[in-house]
């Protein structure tokens, strides 16, 4: 019954580790979308 646990938590923890790391450097080229970037989202 506890490997059925980790499973679960790999299951979870995979995506949210994989989204941390995309996002780390921040959103790509700098820009946001926000009213200083004058709502460019892209580069």
């Known amino acids: 019954m506890k490997s ?4 679960i938590a ?3 923890a995979l995506p ?3 989204l941390l790391y995309a ?3 921040g ?3 700098g820009r946001s979308g926000s ?3 004058n709502n460019q989202t892209c580069t």
Request: charged share 10%; proline share 5%; glycine share 10%.
């Open 4 to 7: 059925i646990y980790k499973i």
């Open 10 to 12: 790999l299951i979870i």
């Open 16 to 18: 949210v580790i994989i």
């Open 23 to 25: 996002t780390s450097n």
């Open 27 to 29: 959103s790509p080229g």
């Open 35 to 37: 009213l200083g970037d």
